[in-house]
């Protein structure tokens, strides 16, 4: 029988988890950080996460459908939030141009998803075609390629920083790419070992422990912004916490709550920064006229008040502009 197409739970709590990460990071953006260990984690594998995520979901289909689909889940988005950015940027700063600023709440993350899955589409397909390897190791070839081209972009980051926007895609590619292999791999094993919630949410811990003790070692890591002082610690750390997230959302494996959030994850990139700049400068006015707040407390009210915002934009978006939810199906095996 015909495996049903429905969504996973477990990977809208994957995604939850990541964008709850993304709003906490930002929300401390710019105060002094009180938790500078936790924020080292955070930044070693928040945003290759979304990348892992995305190629464990790429599957082959007539690239016809494939570029229809991007062009509605990304490419719309993407001119939507630049244009917004841009004019945004004009009004601010009368009429000069910021170019990080442009790039800034989502955008660079979404212009780097469109690259590497449009590239990586296309480059999977010419293998195909062309036979120019047995279709048995076409995936093991476009995984080789992507390590080299993420290898060499992380060198560019660590040697010189501040790379080009592109360069972000390039590093992201090697993510995408083991996402992909890591779910193949993952349904040959299935096949043979059976895992219950358990061990997942076992193993899920460990890989983030580990995760969170390696990322002690990295001074500074911006994917947004090309720059990586341990490209090998980052490297390790966006593995393991890629897969502990994922293990220890198949052990939640299902919450209304956090799939919720999850399914909405590209409005919530989208539309965090802005929200939490506005509750910034209110925290910010209350802690200097009213209430004396320490930095720590100012970012828990900063987040929850974010987080509880974006629930009325979900449903706004949803019902308004509901191109931006995207929402593909994930196959279920």
């Known amino acids: 029988m015909k495996a049903e197409k429905q969504r996973l739970d477990y990977l809208d709590i994957a995604k939850c988890i990541g964008i709850i990460l993304v709003i906490w990071r930002h929300s401390i953006n710019n105060s002094m950080d009180q938790l500078p260990f936790l924020t080292s984690m955070i ?3 928040f945003m290759p996460l979304f990348f892992f995520l995305s190629g464990y979901l790429y599957k ?3 690239t016809k459908d494939y570029l229809y689909s991007k062009a509605k889940t990304l490419l719309v988005p993407l001119i939507l939030v630049y244009l917004y950015n841009f004019y945004t940027n004009l009004l601010m700063s009368g009429l000069q141009i910021n170019y990080n600023y442009v790039r800034s709440g989502g955008y660079w993350f ?3 998803l469109l690259y590497v899955s449009i590239l990586y589409h296309f480059f999977n397909v010419f293998l195909i075609k062309t036979k120019f390897v047995k279709n048995e190791i076409v995936d093991y070839v476009m995984f080789g390629c992507s390590i080299v081209i993420s290898a060499v972009a992380l060198l560019y980051c660590y040697l010189y920083g501040g790379a080009p926007s592109i360069n972000s895609a390039a590093v992201a590619c090697g993510f995408f790419s083991f996402g992909h292999i890591y779910r193949k791999t993952e349904l040959k094993i299935k096949e043979k070992v059976s895992i219950n919630r358990l ?6 811990i460990v890989l983030l422990v580990a995760t969170f003790f390696i990322s002690q070692e990295i001074e500074d890591i911006s994917m947004a912004f090309n720059k990586c002082t341990n490209p090998i610690a980052f490297v390790i750390c966006a593995i393991l916490g890629s897969i502990g997230t994922l293990y220890i959302s198949k052990a939640i494996n299902h919450s209304k709550i956090l799939c919720f959030f999850g399914k909405n994850t590209l409005v919530m990139l989208l539309t965090n920064m802005g929200i939490i700049n506005i509750f910034r400068r209110f925290v910010e006015y209350f802690s200097e006229n009213v209430y004396n707040l320490n930095e ?4 828990v009210i900063i987040f929850a008040a974010t987080l509880l ?4 934009v979900i449903l706004f978006f949803n019902k308004v502009f509901p191109i931006f939810t995207g929402k593909p199906k994930y196959e279920n095996k």
């Open 43 to 45: 930044k070693s594998f």
């Open 60 to 62: 082959l289909k007539p």
């Open 110 to 112: 979404i212009e780097s």
């Open 199 to 204: 061990m997942y949410l076992i193993i899920g």
């Open 296 to 299: 720590l407390l100012k970012v």
């Open 309 to 312: 915002t974006e629930v009325l």
